[in-house]
């Protein structure tokens, strides 16, 4: 079965600096801190994290992207490996709720309010 999951650039490196870990890019941070934020969550269905050598959005930096079959994708950018954690956690629980990634706007959190890149329809179907 299809899953729904949560794209994060590892290679990114912000314009601005945060305090992250030296040897890492803030790409990584994020990544890294999503993962065991969700390795701690209560929540028993989760999204599936999986790292991105590059999503082409350098001058953007952090980039994160949701997205599932016959789902709506949302890709965000701009994003604090420190900062966006605990709205990105969030909203994967909204995201994974939903049989069409349609969150209403009211109920996002912040960040996915203020950092939303594009939001995509989803892939037509195949007959």
């Not at 030296?22 to 941070?29: I, K, M, Y």
């Not at 079959?69 to 994003?79: A, D, E, G, M």
């Amino acid at each position: 079965m299809a899953q729904d999951t949560l794209f994060i650039c590892i290679l990114c490196r912000a314009s601005h600096t945060e305090e992250v870990q030296a040897s890492l890019s803030e790409g990584q941070s994020l990544f890294d801190r999503l993962q065991t934020g969700l390795e701690t969550s209560d929540e028993k269905h989760h999204i599936r994290l999986q790292p991105v050598r590059c999503m082409g959005a350098c001058d953007r930096a952090c980039t994160a992207a949701f997205i599932a079959p016959n789902k709506l994708t949302f890709i965000l950018s701009q994003l604090s490996p420190i900062d966006s954690v605990p709205d990105l956690l969030e909203f994967s629980c909204q995201y994974i709720a939903t049989s069409d990634g349609k969150v209403p706007y009211k109920d996002r959190p912040a960040t996915i309010k203020q950092k939303i890149h594009a939001v995509l329809p989803p892939l037509p179907s195949q007959s």
